[in-house]
């Protein structure tokens, strides 16, 4: 069976499978007031609260616990649900005491809580928490939120809660986030996966993650198996960066500013420096909000490659070496306001503007040698100016709608980004061997423009008895422009227009996509979520210069599935299902010859076909307030894999291009662990065991590799000391993968199965104090204190002609100290938008 066929067969059993789900749908969950009536016995009662937050948003996974008044023993306990709501059954006629708790939140006491014969039923009502502190055995305890909140359908990283996340970027705030890793080229993997879908407040975006400011990120969502109202994009998963915005009402702010300084090697160099300004004021049904940062910061690398390489009998020898620094600075604005028009009603706008400039330098060694010679053939010096220039602006208009119905919404969601800028490069070849040959000059001049719309229209209304259909429709479109001039010759005054047609296009993508999803509880123990996507995917890609363009259209549906089972309010299992698909992008389909690095070649696929994955996880978690457990295995089945693919043109150069593998499959294990040790002590601790199958008829992969497994630790240990002093010592540590990357120049290596990537480790260490009234903050944290995190490949593959063995190492200046303030105007606390676009939980009750 083919896989066309095997993959056509699966989509059909899960759609019959929805519509007899859709048929055979059960009683479902009642309304919480006949729960509570159907939890009352001849001889005892039951407890019901709602718990809600400070803007109204209810809370789930609060605890509630009842408490006996003679000793304040524990009569019964429970936890919130997605609406914030609880029901404790089983407490005997009597007068009680009830305590809400969460973490981050000032516990509640309610006294004189009575249940009887005559009033069964004792009905709190809504309670609403607060942010706060206690005091403890003379110590202060700071009420604070988990730094990883773990839901059943995502894990949720506090950014203000990690020291180590303090004055960085978006991209060195996910290194660290359990599950995933960042490497010196920036490129995200989620359980071992770079295909990973970026959003940011719900959406894609055309700024990258290195743009964004951590000041301005409230929180990281991780979604491994998405629901139906998700795009299908990202084999791994979704990572959804959630922007700060406060809701309070007065006026209320925070000013921060910091700086740094790095190390590589023996030297030390400026770091980043950065200051920002977040404000916010908020009066009657007006919300208003400001966002402001600056940045510059300065880079270091060094690298070496070593490759030897046989071609035709030749065997070749490749050394290289380089050094680059790289210096620039970016103003990021975001600003926007909140109309609440009445208690149904709610409009939303928001603007942003992005500047950044870059400018590097960068020399490169280069010796080779061919046949049996001991003397090198060729010596030169590859020496490389680059600038770099963009702008981006970004609006986003969203309304939403509740009808009178509870628990019945409409939303409008519309976005647009526009990015523009220019990148220019100018590099020598300086040879020095052989002696008579000319030197090379280089000039590439690059413009581009990005312009990425949205338009969402989302309906959610129960129906029957106790379930939830949701359904919506999107657009999306998406159109990037190049116009690329590429001059060489033997001297600066000398240039000549090289033709690159292939490099100056315009790409167009339009996706137009409908959802349907239903939800419904049994018996309050088993949740289920099944939903359908449909997708017709349009791309066209259009060669300016030779008047020639190609079409491509997708069409298809994506299934997902979600289950839910308590077996009670400690204990749940959850299997999910869900379709992805990874679509090639530009750079992997531009057919244009990249020679900036002549020995090392790269170029894109026109021929490349969207990959498709099935995704199944299972997950356990056990919950406390104390104790968080989440355990997982995970199976990903890939079709049409795409990876990159190295291969020799000749004795000295290598090509790295994309190919469609025939498939390829992921399966493993995950385990998260959070624990309240003391009160002024917590720790998480998590890791990751995996495994990759690749099945390719591509000759320079090396099977043996392919029974490698790779494995991933990370512990976070936070301690909460007197006079307002926090101390963050986190740990990371990654066994040897198989290499996905490129053997470009100093990148990670050979395609898919080409390699392997050596282990890696690094220790960092945070410390925070609060002064005048927990107004001012100190911040000192201090990255790779061992200077350990480096990358280093070993790349190989052969076929019935060539074969080559490479070995690369790269390190930048990621040892680096880091001192920052913030202070904070009328006690500012952000809170994360109330929509995110497909923000929403997986369950709603």
């Not at 519309?414 to 020095?432: A, L």
């Amino acid at each position: 069976m083919t896989n066309d066929k095997f993959r056509f067969n699966i989509q059909t059993i899960l759609t019959i499978f929805f519509l007899i789900g859709f048929v055979i749908i059960g009683n479902g969950q009642e309304k919480l007031s006949e729960q509570a009536k159907k939890s009352v016995t001849p001889k005892t009662g039951v407890v019901v609260c709602t718990v809600i937050d400070e803007t109204g948003h209810p809370l789930d996974y609060a605890t509630v616990t009842v408490l006996n008044t003679k000793d304040s023993s524990m009569v019964n306990g429970s936890i919130t649900n997605s609406k914030g709501a609880c029901i404790l059954s089983d407490i005997p006629w009597g007068k009680y005491i009830v305590r809400i708790g969460y973490i981050g939140y000032k516990d509640i006491y309610i006294d004189e809580v009575t249940v009887s014969q005559s009033s069964p039923i004792a009905n709190l009502n809504r309670q609403q928490m607060k942010l706060g502190s206690s005091q403890i055995e003379g110590v202060t305890i700071s009420a604070k939120k988990d730094m990883l909140q773990t839901n059943l359908d995502k894990k949720v990283f506090n950014v203000d809660q990690s020291i180590a996340s303090e004055g960085v970027t978006g991209l060195e705030v996910l290194e660290n986030i359990p599950s995933v890793s960042v490497d010196l080229e920036g490129n995200i993997s989620l359980r071992g996966s770079e295909s990973v879908t970026i959003l940011v407040d719900g959406r894609p975006t055309n700024l990258t993650l290195d743009q964004i400011p951590s000041s301005m990120i409230e929180s990281v969502e991780l979604i491994t198996n998405p629901s139906a109202r998700f795009d299908p994009d990202g084999i791994s998963g979704i990572i959804n960066v959630v922007l700060k915005k406060k809701k309070e009402s007065g006026f209320n702010g925070m000013i921060t500013l910091g700086s740094g300084i790095n190390n590589l090697n023996d030297k030390f160099y400026w770091g980043t420096q950065n200051a920002s300004a977040s404000i916010n004021y908020r009066y009657n049904k007006i919300n208003l909000f400001a966002n402001y940062d600056f940045r510059s910061r300065g880079r270091n690398n060094t690298g070496s490659l070593e490759r030897e390489s046989i071609f035709n009998n030749d065997t070749t020898f490749l050394s290289q070496s380089s050094l680059s620094k790289s210096s620039g600075y970016s103003h990021n604005v975001r600003t926007g306001m909140d109309y609440f028009i009445n208690k149904q009603n709610t409009l939303s706008f928001n603007v942003s503007f992005n500047t950044h400039n870059n400018t590097s330098h960068s020399e490169t060694d280069s010796k080779s040698q061919t046949g049996s010679s001991d003397a090198f053939n060729k010596i030169y010096k590859l020496d490389n100016e680059q600038t770099h220039a963009s702008k981006n602006i970004g609006a986003n208009l969203f309304y939403k709608h509740e009808f009178h119905k509870k628990g019945q919404e409409l939303s409008f969601d519309i976005y647009y980004s526009h990015r523009w800028g220019n990148n220019n490069n100018f590099s020598i070849e300086d040879y020095s061997q052989p002696a008579n040959r000319e030197d090379f000059y280089n000039s590439e001049t690059t413009d581009a423009r990005n312009q990425y719309s949205t338009a969402q229209i989302d309906f959610i209304t129960p129906i029957g008895n106790g379930g939830r259909i949701e359904t919506g429709y999107k657009l999306l479109i998406r159109n990037t422009f190049q116009d690329y001039i590429q001059k060489t010759g033997n001297a600066a005054d000398n240039l000549t227009e090289v033709p690159s047609d292939a490099n100056n296009y315009n790409y167009n993508e339009y996706i137009n996509a409908v959802y349907f999803i239903y939800s419904n509880t049994i018996k309050e123990k088993f949740k289920y979520q099944v939903g359908l996507r449909g997708e017709l995917a349009n791309n066209m890609f259009y060669l300016n210069k030779l008047d020639t363009s190609s079409r491509s259209v997708y069409p298809n549906i994506f299934p997902t599935v979600h289950l839910v089972y308590d077996f009670n309010k400690k204990h749940s299992l959850s299997l999910s299902y869900s379709m992805r698909v990874r679509r090639p992008n530009i750079f992997q389909l531009n057919p244009y010859v990249n020679n900036s690095d002549r020995f090392n070649l790269s170029k894109g696929n026109p021929n490349l076909k969207p990959e498709l994955t099935n995704s199944v996880d299972l997950s356990y978690q056990y919950f406390t307030e104390k104790t968080t457990v989440t355990a997982s295995v995970f199976y990903r089945h890939r079709y049409q894999m795409i990876s990159r693919y190295t291969e020799l043109l000749n004795d000295s150069v290598s090509m790295t291009s994309y190919q469609n593998f025939d498939q390829a499959q992921s399966y493993g294990m995950e385990l998260y662990y959070a624990q309240t040790i003391f009160k002024w002590w917590k720790t998480n601790i998590s890791g990751s065991f995996y495994q990759t199958l690749i099945d390719s008829k591509q000759e320079m992969i090396d099977p043996n590799l392919l029974d490698d497994w790779s494995w991933n630790v990370r512990g976070t240990f936070n301690f909460i000391l007197p006079k307002d002093f926090d101390i963050q010592l986190t740990g990371n540590y990654r066994s040897p993968i198989i290499t996905t990357g490129s053997m470009s120049g100093f990148g990670w290596g050979g395609g898919s199965g080409q390699g392997r990537m050596e282990q890696q480790w690094r220790l960092d260490l945070g410390i925070k104090k609060l002064f005048l009234k927990k107004t001012l903050t100190l911040t000192i944290r201090i990255n790779d204190i061992f200077a350990t995190q480096n990358h280093k490949v070993h790349t190989f593959g052969s076929d019935d002609k060539s074969s080559f063995d490479a070995y690369s190492y790269r390190k930048n200046d990621r040892r680096s100290l880091f001192v920052s303030l913030s202070y904070k105007i009328n006690n500012y606390r952000p809170k994360k938008d109330s929509h995110q676009g497909e923000g929403n939980d997986m369950f709603e009750e």
